[in-house]
């Protein structure tokens, strides 16, 4: 296990179609952060058929929720495996993952800097899902699951904003705009921490 003493990690939170996984990798270039996805982790393990992918592809392919031990398990051995700063993308994703990665950190000794929540109306959600639908291969940009994804997050996910609220980490990003105008926006709420 690397010393992680110091390391401080960002977290991306949004609904599916925010845009989390394009900022998450523009900042982790700009800031030479690790991208950590644990969607791409879970696809990765879907794709080269694993036990654990194949254990998971049904929740994947239907817009489930993956168990919060299976994901929690898997951030931590990435978050541990490296002495660099981390965006998280995808996670936590209910209250009990976003209290064991506090858990995590303490026991680390690494902190959480900020929660950046992208924001985006519903509608734009639903169109910019459609449009991701028509190029993307994910068995899961369908519109069956597209619907069912963002009923998961609005039941699920959402309250995880209010547990960061709580502790003052959230910081609000509108992301209804281009891409560059989002960055700018992350950039500035970045800069004013
Ligand atoms: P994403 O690429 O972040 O949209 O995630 C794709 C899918 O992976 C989700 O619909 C879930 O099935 C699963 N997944 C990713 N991250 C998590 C998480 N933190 N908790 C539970 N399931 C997850």
Redesign the pocket.
Known sequence: MKNQNNQQHIIIFGA?GAG??THADLIAKRYGMVHL????L??KEVAEQTPLGKF?QK??DQ????A?EI?IEMVEKAITGTDRNCIL??????VA?AKALDEMMKRTGQHIRCVLSIEVPREELILRLEQRSLISHRS?DNEATILH?LI?YETKSKNVIDYYKADGRLVPVDASDSIENTQKNIRNALSQL
Request: charged share 35%; net charge negative.
């Open positions: 599916p989390k996984g996805s644990t969607g791409d879970l696809r998971v929740e994947l817009g489930n929720l993956v919060d994901v993308d995808g996670f936590p994703r209910t993952q899961d994804r998961e």
